[in-house]
Structures are given as structure tokens and as C-alpha cells.
């Protein structure tokens, strides 16, 4: 079978230079192409250079319009509103998109979903295997616990990330909320500060933590009068990431049009 061509836009970031590395010792999928924002310095950069590797004659551009064209899947880990203009990229050459950007709204959620009606887009705030289980572990235990079992969710992460809470301690908040039968946004306190009063039942809290060069720890408490459980995820590597992004993009080619998770590609 021929090799999946994998482009990656932002592909002198963090997670960049990680999937680069990734694609390079995949079966089954070649480094085919990269972009920069406009301007950026690592524009004609070798992509094999920039991720530690010997150099893959694969040159930055700054053209995504051009890299979409020319590859099979593109993985995606920029900002939202690159993200956005780039789901439109990949409905127009009918190309897989797999995204990893956090810090998306439901606006943007609804924008990608509608980019996704002419292509197989797969999109994951988290793309490791543990966090995904976790989410749905998270599910079922606010299911089986009733109300009087308080939730809250404790993330950390490196000192450069830039939103938060993290897209996947919402994700943790929503799998709860959806277990409970209640909307997130309805229940959710995302920060606490002064006098707050007593914690309103029902509600699902989250406390954020920034520091050094944490990948990223997410930790779920289901909390009830003289019992505790707690369920946790802890990533060392950013390397689980890049593995979940080329093994959705190996699993979305030839999949039909529609906005696909994490939980579609490991089949939970
Ligand atoms: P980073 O800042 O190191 O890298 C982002 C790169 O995207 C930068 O090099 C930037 O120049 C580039 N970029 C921005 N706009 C662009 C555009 N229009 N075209 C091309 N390139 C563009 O950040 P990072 O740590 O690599 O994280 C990137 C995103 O991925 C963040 O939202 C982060 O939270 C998310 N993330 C997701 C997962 C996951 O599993 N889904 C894992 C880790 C990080």
C-alpha cells in the first residue's frame, strides 16, 4: 500500500518538531511537507533539521493552500484561528485534518464540524491513549455516583502554555457532566478567588497549575463525606500526542466526511 503523505503545519512548534520525528519512524507514512505563520524564522528551514534529525530535504513553507494540495492528511497543532482557516483548507482539497489545538470554543467547534461535512477531520484537545480511557472512566463514575459526590479536576502544565484550564480538563469536565446528565457551562466553576461561599452541589471544579516544563498531569476527584477517589493521568513524554496524531491520521484516510474523536480512532 502506498505511504500516507503527512503534512504539518506548525511544524517548527513543540508538538511540530515531535510529529516530524514521528512521521520519520512510522510504517506507512512519509514526511511529506510543512508550514510557519508567515514571517516566522524558520520559514525554508529543512523539517528533519529543525526535529533533531538528519536532514529530510522537506523545506517550512509558509503556503498551507500549497501543502494541502500536495499531501494526503495534514496534522495540525498551531492556534484555533489557524486551525479554523486550515479546516477550511482541508474541506476545500478533501484532505484529512487531524487537529490537536486546544483552546477551542463551541464557536470554533461548530466551525470545524461545519468544515467537516466535505472531509474526515478528527479532532482531540488530548490525543494520548491514557486520557482518552480516562475520559471515559470519567464518565462512568459520575454516572454511578449521584450529586453528594463532589468533582473536581486539578491540571499541570509547563510554564509556556497559554490557555487554560486545559482543553483536556474540559474535556475531563464535559465526560463527568455528560454522565451526570448536565451541560458543563451550566455547572462548571473554572476559578475560585476571595470569599466564595460553600461549594454549590452539583457543580464540577477545576484548579489550574503552571510551572516548568510539566507535559501535562490531569487528576480527577470524586469526593464524598469519608471517601475519596481519585483518577489520574500523568504524561512524561509529548511523544504519546505525536503517536495518536499519525495513528488517526493513518486510521481517517478513506474514512467518509465528518468531524471524528479520539474516542473513533482507538475504537473505545
Ligand atoms: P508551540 O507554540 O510550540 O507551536 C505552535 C506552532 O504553530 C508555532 O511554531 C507557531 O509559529 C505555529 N503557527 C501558528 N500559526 C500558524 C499558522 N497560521 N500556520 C503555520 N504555523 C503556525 O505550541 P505547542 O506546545 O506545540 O502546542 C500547540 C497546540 O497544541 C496548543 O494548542 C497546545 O495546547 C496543543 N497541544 C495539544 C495536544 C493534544 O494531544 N491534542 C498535545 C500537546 C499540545
Not at 514571517?39 to 501543502?67: C, F, I
Not at 495534514?74 to 479546516?87: C, G, I, N, Q, Y
Not at 455516583?145 to 509547563?158: F, P, Q, R, T
Request: glycine share 14%; with cysteine.
Amino acid at each position: 500500500m502506498a505511504e500516507l503523505r503527512i503534512g504539518i503545519v506548525g511544524c517548527a512548534g513543540r508538538m511540530g518538531r515531535m510529529l516530524v520525528k514521528t512521521i520519520a519512524e512510522t510504517d506507512g507514512a512519509v514526511v511529506a511537507g510543512g508550514t510557519e505563520r508567515a514571517g516566522s524564522e524558520h520559514v525554508g528551514a529543512d523539517l528533519g533539521t529543525l526535529a533533531g534529525l538528519p536532514a529530510l530535504n522537506v523545506a517550512a513553507g509558509d503556503d498551507a493552500d500549497l501543502l494541502f494540495a500536495g499531501v494526503d492528511a495534514v496534522l495540525d497543532f498551531t492556534t484555533p484561528k489557524a486551525s479554523l482557516a486550515h479546516a477550511k483548507l482541508a474541506a476545500r482539497h478533501h484532505k484529512v485534518h487531524i487537529v490537536g489545538t486546544t483552546g477551542m470554543g463551541a464557536d470554533d467547534v461548530a466551525a470545524l464540524r461545519r468544515a467537516a461535512a466535505d472531509t474526515a477531520i478528527v479532532f482531540a484537545p488530548n490525543m494520548s491513549l491514557g486520557v482518552n480511557l480516562l475520559l471515559a472512566l470519567a464518565e462512568q463514575a459520575a454516572r454511578a455516583l449521584g450529586d453528594d459526590w463532589d468533582i473536581e479536576i486539578v491540571e499541570m502544565h509547563h510554564r509556556m502554555k497559554v490557555d487554560a484550564p486545559s482543553g483536556t480538563a474540559l474535556g475531563l469536565g464535559r465526560a463527568a457532566a455528560k454522565g451526570r446528565g448536565v451541560d458543563l457551562d451550566e455547572v462548571a466553576v473554572r476559578s475560585r478567588d476571595g470569599v466564595t461561599g460553600a461549594r454549590k452541589p452539583g457543580t464540577i471544579g477545576f484548579a489550574t497549575l503552571r510551572g516548568g516544563d510539566v507535559v501535562g498531569e490531569h487528576h480527577m476527584l470524586f469526593a464524598s463525606a469519608g471517601e475519596r477517589i481519585e483518577l489520574n493521568h500523568i504524561a512524561t513524554d509529548r511523544a504519546i500526542f505525536a503517536r495518536g496524531a499519525v495513528r488517526a491520521a493513518l486510521w481517517a484516510k478513506g474514512k467518509p466526511a465528518g468531524l471524528y474523536s479520539m474516542k473513533d480512532v482507538l475504537g473505545l
